[in-house]
Structure formats: structure tokens, C-alpha cells
T-cell receptor, first 115, second 112 residues
Framework: DTAVSQTPKYLVTQMGNDKSIKCEQN?????MYWYKQDSKKFLKIMFS???????INETVPNRFSPKSPDKAHLNLHINSLELGDSAVYFC??????????????FGPGTRLTVL | LAKTTQPISMDSYEGQEVNITCSHN???????ITWYQQFPSQGPRFIIQ???TKVTNEVASLFIPADRKSSTLSLPRVSLSDTAVYYC?????????????FGTGTRLLVSP
């Protein structure tokens, strides 16, 4: 029973195309995130949503647009894909406000390759 | 957000205890220390978290000295399956919307 799932797992596409990655969590968490892990394995946060509202928006090109139809889903749409967008994208979720610091649960990742 | 420094890589053998130390000199009063583990082709997984002194769970122990400027993740009797990258993070536990900042992590290689 997967807690945080992403589709697709692999995505290969041409430069200039538009693509979407979907994320769903069944943990009942209020907050969801998108991270990007580049070829050097650095993991950086891109966006965070809490109850469908954007709360963290790092310096990410406007070509990236997150969409949260409900608090269990956070999709990432990327327009006009560029070579530099090639990376592994991870979705995560957490339940803020608990007694311990925010523990995030990550999905399996989506490996995006732009040719 | 407090910056962390940890060794780039470590090598060990099966059955040994592994200690990975993380420096966080500018840790804030309300910051917690959290360790994540990442296997190849998988997302990071929460291992352990602490604020001060010692925390132990079924996977690892976390030692935090009184000044909290460093912490040590201890993995008892590692196995080959413990080969992974281990990330040390510090951040506020009371904000509710924590922006995790991952450093380079420590790549642990466990050999037979």
C-alpha cells in the first residue's frame, strides 16, 4: 500500500515538449512538496503546498507549474522542456504541526530525460 | 536555515558499527536534527530525529552533545543493505512548513 506514489516512473521526451508528473499521497497529510535531484545528486526543494495552497516557491522557472486539485494530489506540469530539466523529481508529503519536527515521506521519484 | 557539513563518503564492512558525524555550527535554538537515508533510485527515507542528548530507534541512534553544534548518526552492525547516502538536516520544528535543505550527504559503502 504505497504512501506516496508518482507517475510516471520514467519520462523521456524531446526539448520543447510539455509534460506532467502526477503525485498522490494516501497518508492524509496536509502538505506536499516537489523536489528536484540533479545529476550531481543534490536534492533541492521546488514547491510546497498546504491544503491546496502554495506556501513555498523556490526560484524555479515559470515553465514549472504545480497544481493541487485536492490535498492528496500535487501534480507538476512543465512547459517547453529544456535539456537542463533532466533530473529525478521527487514528490513528498508531511503533516505539519505535530509534536515532532516535520517528517517528510518521499515518493519513488520520476526520472525525466529531455533529449 | 542551518548549514550542515558531513563527510562525502565512508567505507565499512558488514557487522561493523558505523558513525557518521555532521557539523551544524549555526544551529538555532528551535532547530531539530534529522537524518534521512536514500537508496539508489529511491526517494529519501526518514531514519531518526532528535533535539538533544541521545535518541534511539530500531534502525539507528543519534547522539547530540550539549552544545548541539554537531550530531552523530550511529548504525549498529551494518549490512550490505545499509549501503546508501545519508543526509543530515537541521530545521525548525515549530514552523509547520519545513523547507528541508539537503546537503551533499555521506555515501556509505558497506562491503562483505
Amino acid at each position: 500500500d504505497t504512501a506516496v506514489s508518482q507517475t510516471p516512473k520514467y519520462l523521456v521526451t524531446q526539448m520543447g515538449n510539455d509534460k506532467s508528473i502526477k503525485c498522490e499521497q494516501n497518508l492524509g497529510h496536509d502538505t506536499m512538496y516537489w523536489y528536484k535531484q540533479d545529476s550531481k545528486k543534490f536534492l533541492k526543494i521546488m514547491f510546497s503546498y498546504n491544503n491546496k495552497e502554495l506556501i513555498i516557491n523556490e526560484t524555479v522557472p515559470n515553465r514549472f507549474s504545480p497544481k493541487s486539485p485536492d490535498k492528496a494530489h500535487l501534480n507538476l506540469h512543465i512547459n517547453s522542456l529544456e535539456l537542463g530539466d533532466s533530473a529525478v523529481y521527487f514528490c513528498a508529503s508531511s503533516q505539519p504541526g505535530l509534536a515532532i519536527a516535520d517528517t517528510q515521506y518521499f515518493g519513488p521519484g520520476t526520472r525525466l530525460t529531455v533529449l | 536555515l542551518a548549514k550542515t557539513t558531513q563527510p562525502i563518503s565512508m567505507d565499512s564492512y558488514e557487522g561493523q558499527e558505523v558513525n557518521i558525524t555532521c557539523s551544524h555550527n549555526n544551529i538555532a535554538t528551535n532547530d531539530y536534527i534529522t537524518w534521512y537515508q536514500q537508496f539508489p533510485s529511491q526517494g529519501p527515507r526518514f531514519i531518526i530525529q532528535g533535539y538533544k542528548t541521545k535518541v534511539t530507534n530500531e534502525v539507528a541512534s543519534l547522539f547530540i552533545p550539549a552544545d548541539r553544534k554537531s550530531s552523530t548518526l550511529s548504525l549498529p552492525r551494518v549490512s550490505l543493505s545499509d549501503t546508501a547516502v545519508y543526509y543530515c538536516l537541521v530545521g525548525a520544528g515549530d514552523t509547520g512548513f519545513q523547507k528541508l535543505v539537503f546537503g551533499t550527504g555521506t555515501r556509505l559503502l558497506v562491503s562483505p
